[in-house]
């Protein structure tokens, strides 16, 4: 596939991804205000409109032909006003359309071939339209089907009648006929077409032939329609030339075939077209176009879209901003080695120091954009989850619903990609473990008969909190303390488990408490995938529930993966870099300051509550001067539910960092679970390791 193919793709694959997901998002509402508004069927009818034509040029036929369905019964529901009585039976066939695009869509995504098998889906639509039309006969039915009253049927004779363009298409361009059949179906969406000549462009390749050698014809009745549709040929790709045909009721007034560009031009003319920018295209093709009506304001709509002084937004290959950052990344690991070169130390460089303190501005500034650029709002995530809940209750028989809070709240793009998962996991154990079985029973425990699913997402500094809550039954910590006994899964007598702990269990590889397999839960998959991948984003999960009441789960995400602000610590001969967002403060203490526990333990008191402390010379086996604890410092750290002391020699001080991944050989170590992130070039060109702050603590108290 060459380069412009590619891209074409790209663009394909990412607009009718986005399509998709504004047509499950429309069914949603729609379903729940039990009819379509009229702006909700002309927005489902531009979809599957646009899905239709550009889906027949990359000659994916199975969802032009299913989209083309699609577009017919909404075609049917604007012309004549929607309809009151529509039941569920509709919005299930309409979701199953959505679930085929998502999937053939998949499948293009992975070079797998595509499904044909859309003879179900297309009957149950077609009954569906049947069931609306009463009494219109097939003819009818079928100049309504093609989007618009006998708009291919008319005779050479009626059409010089109208008014018309003439489209030339550049020479071995190729595929003309599926050219025309995108001309054909953006003007649609704009004006009303009267006809046009070749008949049958979209199934029919022989007409490329005719349209090489006598160009692809456009009538309109109306002149307003005629200059629409002459400023989105303008804009179209690979037209050479195109001309005006007046209609026979002006013959007789001198005009003819003709159009003027300037007051001295009387005779026909081509006019050379210059394709547009992908910018402009793409922003074109990124605004919505309502279908409109024949009455409705056309020109002004269509010179906003097309207006070239407009571009304010573009779509950007994700790998090219993995790259920006990833240059960015070495700019700020540079700029920190200039400035602190041993070569320059003790000289007094006035002008240096200067311009340093303005590169650093600069470096922030620059590092500072490039990230804003990877941020994106986790409302696309989110709203994907009402479709999980609106199926599971039809199939559970449960009735509940989504509450969204927060959707605006941004996180770095891959962030967004990894927690994806894991949310819908949380979404799907609450509907099918949380969510009580029946109405009746939320009514006999004093609940509203439908149950509430709360999705939330709120930024604190550096993180972002995402929060999965049910109104449901809550969770049995015994229950989950037994069947973790009897998977062998206990590391330490019942007793001596806290309720937090237990909960904790639910988290481990292999533990379901579900006893019958179901389509949705019970393989004991599930909530230690939605550990580990939030892991892997250097997230932390926590779970609370009260019995009777519900159960809620919190995921602290960073907002970002590259670049941190850190506190560089140092422990004898080595440096290590805390996350700053993870420390609470930094004191000295003395050997009267520290405390026991009944295993031995340090302990630290601070704001009337106690923490436990952890010497890192101690756990890393560092070999250090400092060792007692009027020679080092006390780092106050918490990341999530944990909280704790990190004793250490001294701070070296605050220094932006790049984290780099280490060698993917030392991960067989399980090092994550040690207390190492990752690690980071420091100015002088040494390596600082990155600690887990959570991994660390959980490592230190297991060796105690």
Same mark, same amino acid.
């Given at each position: 596939?060459?380069?412009?193919m590619?891209n074409?793709?790209?663009?394909y694959?990412?607009e009718?991804?986005?399509?998709?997901?504004?047509?499950?998002?429309?069914?949603?509402?729609?379903?729940?205000?039990?009819?379509?508004?009229?702006?909700?069927i !002309? #927005?489902?009818?531009?979809?599957?409109?646009?899905?239709?034509?550009?889906?027949a040029?990359?000659q994916?036929?199975?969802?032009?032909?299913?989209?083309h369905?699609?577009?017919?019964?909404?075609?049917?529901?604007?012309?004549h006003g929607?309809?009151?009585?529509i039941?569920? !039976?509709?919005? !299930?066939?309409?979701f199953?359309a959505?679930?085929?695009?998502?999937?053939?869509?998949?499948h293009i995504?992975n070079?797998? /071939?595509?499904?044909?098998?859309i003879?179900? @889906?297309?009957?149950?639509?077609?009954?569906i339209?049947? =069931?609306?039309?009463?009494? #219109?006969?097939r003819?009818?039915?079928a100049?309504?089907?093609?989007?618009g009253?006998?708009v291919?049927?008319q005779?050479?004779?009626a059409?010089?009648?109208?008014?018309g363009?003439?489209i030339?298409f550049?020479e071995g361009?190729?595929? #003309?006929n599926?050219?025309?059949?995108?001309? @054909?179906?953006?003007?649609q969406?704009?004006?009303?077409?009267?006809?046009?000549?070749p008949a049958d462009?979209?199934k029919?390749?022989?007409?490329a032939?005719?349209?090489?050698?006598?160009?692809?014809?456009?009538?309109?009745?109306?002149?307003?329609?005629?200059h629409?549709?002459?400023?989105?040929?303008?804009?179209?790709?690979?037209v050479?030339?195109?001309?005006i045909l007046e209609?026979?009721?002006?013959e007789a007034?001198g005009?003819?075939?003709?159009?003027?560009?300037?007051?001295?031009e009387?005779?026909?003319?081509?006019?050379?077209?210059?394709?547009?920018?992908?910018?402009e295209?793409?922003?074109?093709q990124?605004?919505?176009?309502h279908p409109?009506r024949? &009455?409705? /304001?056309?020109?002004?709509a269509?010179?906003?879209t097309?207006?070239p002084g407009?571009q304010?937004?573009i779509?950007?290959n994700?790998?090219?901003?993995d790259?920006?950052m990833?240059?960015?990344?070495e700019?700020?690991?540079?700029?920190?080695m200039v400035?602190?070169?041993?070569d320059?130390? =003790?000289?007094?460089?006035?002008?240096f120091?200067?311009s340093a303190r303005?590169?650093r501005?600069?470096?922030?500034?620059l590092?500072d954009t490039?990230?804003?650029?990877?941020?994106?709002?986790?409302s696309?995530?989110?709203?994907?989850?009402?479709?999980?809940?609106?199926?599971m209750?039809?199939?559970?028989?449960k009735?509940?619903?989504l509450v969204?809070?927060?959707a605006?709240?941004?996180?770095?793009k891959?962030?967004?990609d990894?927690i994806?998962?894991?949310?819908?996991?949380?979404?799907?154990?609450?509907m099918d473990?949380?969510?009580?079985?029946?109405?009746?029973k939320?009514?006999?425990a =004093?609940k509203?008969?439908?149950?509430?699913?709360?999705?939330s997402?709120?930024?604190?500094g550096?993180?972002?909190?995402i929060?999965?809550?049910?109104?449901?039954?809550?969770?049995n910590a015994q229950?989950?303390?037994e069947?973790a006994?009897n998977?062998?899964?206990?590391?330490?007598?019942?007793?001596e488990?806290?309720?937090?702990?237990?909960l904790?269990?639910?988290?481990? /590889?292999g533990?379901?408490?579900?006893?019958?397999?179901?389509?949705?839960s019970?393989r004991?998959?599930?909530?230690d995938?939605?550990?580990?991948?939030?892991?892997?984003?250097g997230g932390?999960v926590?779970i609370?529930?009260?019995?009777?009441?519900?159960t809620?789960t919190?995921?602290?995400?960073?907002l970002?993966?590259?670049?941190?602000?850190?506190m560089?610590?140092?422990v004898?001969k080595?440096?290590f870099?805390v /996350?700053?967002?993870?420390?609470r403060?930094s004191?000295?203490?003395?050997?009267?300051?520290?405390?026991? &526990?009944?295993?031995?333990?340090e302990?630290?008191?601070r704001?009337?509550?106690?923490?436990?402390?952890v010497?890192l010379h101690?756990?890393?086996n560092i070999?250090?001067?400092a060792?007692?604890?009027?020679?080092?410092?006390?780092?106050?750290?918490?990341a =999530?539910?944990?909280?704790?002391?990190l004793?250490?020699?001294?701070?070296?001080?605050?220094?932006?960092?790049?984290?780099k991944?280490?060698?993917?050989?030392?991960y067989?170590?399980?090092?994550? !679970?040690?207390?190492?992130?990752?690690?980071?070039?420091?100015?002088d060109g040494n390596?600082?390791?990155?600690l887990d702050?959570?991994?660390l603590?959980?490592?230190?108290?297991s060796t105690?």
């Amino acid at each position: 596939m060459d380069n412009s193919m590619q891209n074409m793709l790209e663009m394909y694959l990412y607009e009718t991804n986005t399509m998709v997901e504004q047509l499950d998002e429309i069914l949603l509402n729609a379903e729940n205000a039990g009819n379509f508004s009229t702006d909700d069927i !002309n #927005e489902i009818f531009r979809i599957m409109h646009t899905i239709k034509g550009s889906s027949a040029m990359m000659q994916f036929t199975p969802l032009s032909n299913l989209s083309h369905q699609v577009e017919n019964l909404f075609y049917y529901m604007r012309e004549h006003g929607g309809h009151q009585d529509i039941g569920h !039976n509709l919005f !299930n066939v309409l979701f199953r359309a959505s679930d085929f695009f998502k999937a053939q869509v998949a499948h293009i995504e992975n070079n797998e /071939p595509l499904s044909d098998n859309i003879d179900d @889906l297309a009957t149950d639509i077609q009954n569906i339209l049947t =069931g609306f039309q009463e009494d #219109e006969n097939r003819d009818h039915m079928a100049s309504v089907s093609a989007g618009g009253e006998s708009v291919s049927g008319q005779t050479s004779q009626a059409n010089a009648d109208r008014s018309g363009v003439r489209i030339y298409f550049d020479e071995g361009c190729g595929m #003309e006929n599926l050219r025309s059949f995108m001309i @054909l179906t953006a003007v649609q969406e704009s004006c009303r077409i009267s006809s046009y000549e070749p008949a049958d462009v979209e199934k029919d390749p022989s007409t490329a032939a005719m349209i090489i050698e006598n160009g692809f014809t456009l009538y309109f009745d109306t002149q307003t329609d005629l200059h629409t549709a002459i400023s989105i040929v303008e804009t179209s790709l690979n037209v050479r030339t195109y001309e005006i045909l007046e209609a026979a009721a002006h013959e007789a007034q001198g005009a003819n075939v003709s159009v003027k560009t300037d007051s001295h031009e009387e005779e026909p003319v081509d006019r050379q077209v210059n394709p547009p920018t992908k910018n402009e295209l793409a922003e074109a093709q990124a605004m919505p176009a309502h279908p409109a009506r024949e &009455d409705a /304001p056309k020109s002004a709509a269509v010179a906003s879209t097309l207006s070239p002084g407009k571009q304010n937004m573009i779509s950007v290959n994700l790998s090219k901003l993995d790259k920006l950052m990833d240059i960015v990344g070495e700019i700020v690991i540079t700029e920190s080695m200039v400035t602190s070169s041993p070569d320059i130390k =003790g000289f007094k460089l006035d002008n240096f120091t200067k311009s340093a303190r303005q590169l650093r501005k600069l470096t922030d500034d620059l590092q500072d954009t490039v990230m804003s650029i990877r941020m994106v709002p986790v409302s696309g995530v989110f709203q994907k989850m009402n479709r999980i809940v609106r199926d599971m209750s039809q199939a559970l028989g449960k009735p509940a619903k989504l509450v969204v809070i927060g959707a605006d709240t941004e996180v770095d793009k891959t962030i967004v990609d990894s927690i994806a998962d894991p949310i819908m996991h949380m979404v799907r154990n609450a509907m099918d473990h949380g969510i009580e079985e029946s109405a009746e029973k939320r009514i006999e425990a =004093g609940k509203d008969p439908q149950g509430t699913i709360t999705l939330s997402a709120h930024h604190t500094g550096s993180e972002v909190i995402i929060t999965i809550q049910d109104d449901g039954r809550g969770i049995n910590a015994q229950k989950i303390l037994e069947k973790a006994k009897n998977n062998n899964l206990l590391t330490k007598p019942e007793s001596e488990y806290s309720q937090k702990e237990i909960l904790q269990l639910l988290l481990l /590889p292999g533990f379901s408490t579900n006893e019958v397999v179901t389509e949705f839960s019970g393989r004991g998959v599930g909530m230690d995938v939605v550990k580990k991948n939030i892991e892997k984003v250097g997230g932390v999960v926590s779970i609370a529930t009260e019995v009777g009441k519900g159960t809620i789960t919190t995921l602290n995400i960073p907002l970002t993966l590259a670049i941190v602000e850190g506190m560089e610590i140092a422990v004898g001969k080595s440096i290590f870099t805390v /996350p700053l967002h993870n420390i609470r403060s930094s004191f000295n203490v003395t050997q009267q300051d520290i405390i026991y &526990d009944s295993a031995g333990g340090e302990m630290i008191r601070r704001m009337d509550s106690f923490f436990p402390v952890v010497r890192l010379h101690e756990f890393f086996n560092i070999p250090t001067e400092a060792t007692a604890v009027e020679d080092g410092i006390m780092i106050w750290i918490e990341a =999530g539910d944990k909280s704790y002391c990190l004793f250490v020699d001294r701070l070296i001080g605050e220094q932006q960092v790049v984290v780099k991944p280490l060698p993917n050989y030392l991960y067989a170590f399980n090092i994550k !679970n040690l207390g190492i992130a990752g690690c980071t070039i420091l100015g002088d060109g040494n390596i600082s390791i990155i600690l887990d702050v959570p991994s660390l603590y959980e490592a230190a108290v297991s060796t105690v």
